[in-house]
């Protein structure tokens, strides 16, 4: 099982806000391999010496450090014995409870502390090592666990059943109830025989059979309507023709996606077309991210750009319709909370943060769509890109 946390765009925001004198954030890569628990944790600790070697150096409270220190000894686990990993292994004993964190790992993790506050993220994808100081926290690579697709609803129609299944990239799939879904078509067309072959008043061979199978894409499609509601998870269909055409053709729900698991549903498990589904979640982001970057190259140079201190100016004011950026870019500066106006450091240190990540920031809390990719995925391999909603001077 991947074990992972995604954070709420409300967490998120909150996250944004917040300001201290120094706030520290850790990324790092980790291994969901319980024997990995310890190299995990290793890496944890070098990140953090990382970062209070930065605060040293700008002179930090004694008693500040302290308090961090005392945040990262206590998710550490304390100090790591060795004899005693032999005592275990003789014995073949679980591991103390205490380091149990560790050894429930998805592919990255992330650390954000304050003094006062310690939050763990557990990330699906896996980040470049990263120790990070501020005034406030480093948050580009979160969005790539909040803005990829972890988890979606498929819907498994065939003639003979139909069920809803909510399916996740790190948990096992779960049976949506939906009231008024129909058990199969038979019972949504009210006949004790649904394949018509000699004709019944108006309804009569293949002709007849196509009105009846319509009748049950209908009732299906408003069934799942209503239980989706409000929903933004994307809907992925299992069916064979012509029942995913005719679905297809009714189907108004926003993140109905495109591809379809093919084959009768029927023959496959929850759990199967879970396994056919995930895949799907990366390609659905892959296409979004191309989307975008078509859209940049139509709308370029006026109302798209990959130049950070012009993107910093549209997100303060609220300009930025969408955004790419990425995930792993740190540019170091300083962005006015006025106009937006971009003063670049010679390097990374405490006294500075990621411009490209205060872009982001700015740009999601004004209600921009956000997207973290690769930087071999973005145009002219910059930074960030983008899309805005006028053009702005």
Partial sequence: MLHIDTPTVAEFRDLAQLRAE???????????????????????????????AQLREVGANKR???????????????????DQDKVRQRQRAKPDESLSFWHHQGNGLAVLAVPEMLRTFRLAESPKPLAEVADRFHLTPLLRTMTSRHD??????????????????????????????????????????????????????????KVLLH????????????????????LILAA???????FRAVCDYA??????????????????LEDRAIPMLDRLTA???????????????????????????????????????????????????IDGSVTFAASDDAEVYSVVDEVAR???????????ASREQLPERAPLTAILRYHFI
């Avoid at 500040?64 to 790591?80: D, P, S, V």
């Avoid at 996606?257 to 759990?271: H, L, M, Q, S």
């Fill in 22 to 52: 120094f706030c520290i954030s850790l990324y790092m890569p980790t291994s969901r391999l319980g024997e990995k628990a310890e190299s995990n944790r290793t890496l944890f600790k070098d990140l953090a010496k990382e970062a209070l």
């Fill in 64 to 82: 500040l450090i302290e308090a961090f220190e005392g945040r990262f000894e206590e998710l550490a686990g304390g100090r790591h014995d060795p």
């Fill in 152 to 209: 979606a609803f498929v819907l498994a129609l065939a003639e003979e059943s139909v069920r809803l299944i909510h399916v996740f990239a790190n948990f096992p799939p779960l049976r949506v109830p939906v009231p008024g879904l129909p058990k199969n078509a038979e019972e949504a067309t009210h006949r004790p025989s649904f394949h018509v072959r000699a004709p019944r008043g108006r309804l009569q061979n293949l002709e007849g059979e």
């Fill in 215 to 234: 009748q049950y894409v209908d009732k299906v499609e408003r069934a799942v309507r209503d239980a989706l509601r409000g929903h933004t998870t994307p």
């Fill in 240 to 246: 064979v023709e012509p029942l995913a055409s005719m």
């Fill in 255 to 272: 993140e109905f996606a495109e591809e379809v698991i093919e084959g009768n549903p029927d023959r496959f498990t929850d759990a199967e």
């Fill in 287 to 337: 296409r979004e991210v191309s989307d975008l970057i078509a859209r940049y190259e139509e709308l370029k140079p006026r109302r798209a750009t990959t130049d950070v201190s012009y993107a910093a100016h549209a997100a303060t004011a609220g300009a930025i319709e969408q955004l790419l950026v990425d995930f792993d870019a740190v540019v170091p500066g300083l962005v006015s909370d």
């Fill in 362 to 372: 700015r740009a999601l809390c004004t209600g921009a769509r956000v997207l973290a």
